[in-house]
């Protein structure tokens, strides 16, 4: 098993739509959470990061933990086009251990 | 202020030749991180620096890898005799201390191919 895993695949969706992305994850000691969104030929950026379990909103975007079953979701409200790109989750513990999935690539239609 | 810089942006190499790929963290970052991207893949975590040190080197792929810092600045990741699966994006990133490591921004990566 990968210590982290995301899905679904590649995924398209119309404009306006909601977004969910998705990560499960192995390692009970990880406590921090992120999310990258990385554009084609750059690097990632970050979106926002979470602390332990729990729910943070910035602007259309929302990040879930639920450490008991090891599972975290982005969610992203009116997608635009330019939401269009591959989606990272990432996560650490209190070290030096930093473990990303694999990404999820989004496409919003116009 | 300025981000993470890194170059070169693309470089190819034949098999066997030494690269040497460069990062320049954010001014004030004490933390700096070297990532391996292949196609398709995610993130590979290589190595780590506090300051000029970097602790733990079990990341690196093989011997052929070493990275270093130097003045707590600049970092050079050297790949000796090229193969070709070490073709992939290289990604540096900085954070202000290890203790904000969750908080990491990347530079653009350089590109490398060995033919």
């Known amino acids: 098993q990968k210590e982290v895993e995301q899905d679904p695949g590649p995924l398209s969706v119309p404009e306006g739509a909601i977004v969910s992305l998705n990560c499960t994850y192995s390692n009970s000691a990880f406590q921090y959470f992120m999310w990258y969104r990385q554009y084609s030929r750059k690097g990632p950026e970050l979106l926002m990061y979470?602390?332990?379990?729990g729910n943070k909103e910035d602007g259309r975007f929302t990040a879930q933990v639920d450490k008991s079953s090891k599972y975290i979701s982005l969610f992203i409200r009116d997608s635009q086009p330019s939401d269009s790109a591959t989606y990272l989750c990432?996560?650490?513990?209190?070290?030096?251990?930093?473990?990303f999935g694999p990404g999820t690539r989004l496409s919003v239609l116009p | 202020g300025a981000g993470v810089s890194q170059s070169p942006s693309n470089k190819v190499t034949e098999k066997g030749k030494d690269v040497e790929l460069r990062c320049d963290p954010i001014?004030?970052?004490?933390?700096l991180y070297w990532y391996r991207q292949s196609l398709g893949q995610g993130l590979e975590f290589l190595i780590y620096?506090?300051?000029?040190?970097?602790?733990?080197k079990s990341g690196l792929p093989s011997d052929r890898f070493s990275a270093e810092r130097t003045g707590g600045s600049v970092s050079t990741l050297t790949i000796q005799r090229t193969q070709q699966e070490d073709s992939a994006v290289y990604l540096c990133?900085?954070?202000?201390?290890?203790?904000?490591?969750?908080?990491?921004?990347f530079g653009p990566g350089t590109r490398l191919t060995v033919t």
């Open positions: 620096f506090q300051g000029n040190s970097a602790p733990d």
């Open positions: 990133a900085s954070s202000l201390a290890l203790a904000t490591g969750y908080e990491q921004y």
């Open positions: 001014s004030g970052h004490t933390a």
């Open positions: 990432a996560m650490n513990d209190y070290g030096q251990n930093f473990v």
């Open positions: 979470t602390y332990s379990s």
